[in-house]
């Protein structure tokens, strides 16, 4: 009778425990639904966040393209301002009725300046080396090589100079280059 007693005691918190768990249940269940809307929310401001993000992203790379798009096409343009004048003072020289060799010597020359200017603004810069000077294949290219007093690989005359274009080789300079002895 006892073991019977026992068993029911045994059983009644068992009884209660499962009585007990669905309400532990129930009232764990406001807590989870609560995090999970609190979650979904975050989830959905973050969802918002990132589509915002990659738009922005996907503007910032359409105006690059159209700013690079823009770069080439208007890279010479400071340029071609920089050499209009000189078109039209040549334009002028011809339109002169009775030259002499004077007017068309001043007239060139002041072409020549205007020209000069322009390429010291966009920062065409002439390569003229020098007799004596050490050959640099970078920015000389040597036609012929000639027997000359001077040390080999080096300079003997410049028969066309280079340009470089701020520190890019436009033309190298074409020069005679002495022999080894």
């Known amino acids: 009778m006892q073991d019977q007693e026992n068993q029911e005691v045994t059983n ?5 425990a499962a009585a007990q768990a669905p309400q532990a249940a129930q009232a764990a269940e ?8 609190a979650t979904e929310a975050k989830l959905a401001e ?15 790379r359409r105006r690059a393209q159209e700013d690079v798009s823009k770069a080439h096409k208007f890279a010479i343009e400071s340029f071609a301002e920089a050499m209009v004048p000189v078109r039209d003072s040549l334009e002028m020289a011809l339109k002169v009725e009775a030259p002499t060799v004077e007017s068309i010597k001043e007239g060139v020359e002041m072409t020549l300046k ?29 036609v012929a ?20 274009i701020a520190d890019r080789l436009l033309r190298p300079a074409i020069v005679t280059a002495a022999a080894p002895k």
């Open 145 to 164: 090589v000639v027997p000359a007093e001077q040390e080999a690989n080096t300079v003997v005359a410049v028969l066309q100079k280079g340009y470089m």
């Open 30 to 37: 406001p807590g989870l639904e609560e995090q999970l809307s």
């Open 46 to 60: 973050m969802h918002d966040a990132f589509m915002r993000a990659k738009a922005d992203a996907e503007n910032i």
């Open 12 to 16: 009644q918190p068992e009884g209660d």
């Open 114 to 142: 205007q020209l000069t200017t322009a390429f010291e603004k966009n920062r065409l810069v002439e390569v003229m080396p020098q007799p004596g000077d050490k050959l640099d294949p970078m920015k000389h290219q040597a």
